[in-house]
């Protein structure tokens, strides 16, 4: 990040840090290339939420299709709303690398990775989340999603069981606290399973995982582990030892 992107955002989002007193400020980050056909229903699903004690961050890989214009077009509405928004753009290594984009400039207490073509669930999503995570002391809170295939949505549960075996928690369904996502960014080694990898490091160092009882997320199926599905079993054999 060069300085004069840093200086072109700051000066964009002054005075729309939304910081209640005693409260969960969220930071929600989107990572998206070329995602001009997804894109608005992720945006959208993030302005109507109920709860407004977040901030909202667009990392973006460079996109060369219409894809920041869109991002850019509801500047406004965030503002008028008074959210913090961010938007990034920059070629990088692809998604592992823009979500440590979004967690560098996050300044909530709790962070989500809802990417390009996810939604929340409802538009109730951060307030129910809030209301949990308030009533006790956790590391990552998670929920679980519905993956949608050819129009259909199922609900997946996700949980702590087995998940030295495969990634059974979506990054889509967890709020992290920040400081620990900012201590152990995502390892970029590994561009599929990254998400895997942090998870388990996480539970080797005993760090507390506390389930939500609320569906976070609608994410599609066919996403980057699936399509390069061979790729990904090699990085989780590699984690796994």
């Known amino acids: 990040m060069n300085d004069q992107k840093n200086t072109s955002i700051c000066m964009k ?54 894809t920041l214009k869109i991002v850019e077009s509801y500047r406004v509405a965030f503002e008028n709303k008074k959210i913090r928004f961010i938007v990034h753009s920059e070629k990088d290594g692809g998604i592992y690398f ?70 059974t928690i979506s990054h889509q369904a967890m709020f992290i606290k920040a400081p620990l996502m900012r201590e152990h960014p995502y390892n970029t080694k590994y561009r599929i399973a990254a998400d895997w990898e942090f998870v388990i490091s996480m539970k080797l160092e005993h760090r507390v995982f506390y389930k939500l009882n609320l569906i976070v997320a609608d994410f599609m199926a066919g996403g980057v582990s699936t399509l390069k599905y061979k790729e990904n079993i090699e990085e989780c054999r590699n984690i796994a030892e």
């Open 98 to 167: 823009g979500m440590n984009n979004g967690i560098a400039y996050s300044s909530g207490s709790y962070l989500i990775f809802i990417n390009a073509g996810d939604k929340f669930h409802n538009q109730s999503v951060l307030e129910n989340a809030a209301s949990e995570i308030q009533k006790c002391d956790a590391d990552i809170f998670y929920g679980d999603v519905v993956v949608v295939e050819r129009g259909y949505g199922k609900i997946r549960t996700c949980t702590e069981e087995g998940i030295d075996e495969g990634m």
């Open 13 to 66: 989002e002054e005075s729309y840090m939304t910081s209640g007193k005693g409260e969960i400020l969220f930071s929600i980050i989107t990572v998206c290339f070329n995602e001009e056909d997804t894109i608005r229903k992720t945006i959208e699903s993030v302005l109507n939420q109920t709860f407004c004690n977040y901030e909202y961050i667009v990392c973006d890989g460079g996109s060369t299709d219409g």
